[in-house]
């Protein structure tokens, strides 16, 4: 199916996401073929609910600066000091789920014998921008 990527105003956000979070990378460091081949899903994708009945809706907001930036890290509580430990942020849940198996396969416990707590947490910044006075 060919299909022009320009036909909905939703495409190129469509990429992004589906880019980013299939290719585990940010969308400004693919290649160009690589993010046109995201753009080519996407417009499948949109086509595919034109006819349906469903709505797809642009949520972008006007006054966003960047696209908001999501990264998962595998925290570790530290019981000396009753605190979370961020560990290393992935830039997809993928990869910090696969951290957070391997670690716990291989240091399931303290050297006291204690059980290791560990979580997954999920990073969002949003950028804005703001009304000038």
Known sequence: MTTNCDEHPLTEGTA???GEYMHGE????MPEDTRLAYREHA???L???QGTGLQVHNTTNQAEAHPPIQRWSVETHDP?????I???PHRNRHHAVKRYE???EQRPRWTDGTPVKRRIVREAT????EEQQ
Do not use: M, R
Not at 26 to 29: E, G, M
Not at 80 to 84: G, R
């Open 102 to 104: 391997a670690l716990t």
């Open 26 to 29: 940010p969308w400004v460091d």
């Open 86 to 88: 961020p560990g290393t």
């Open 16 to 18: 992004q996401a589906l």
């Open 126 to 129: 949003q950028y804005s921008v």
């Open 80 to 84: 000396a000091a009753d605190e979370w």
């Open 43 to 45: 417009a499948i994708f």
């Open 47 to 49: 086509a595919a609910f």
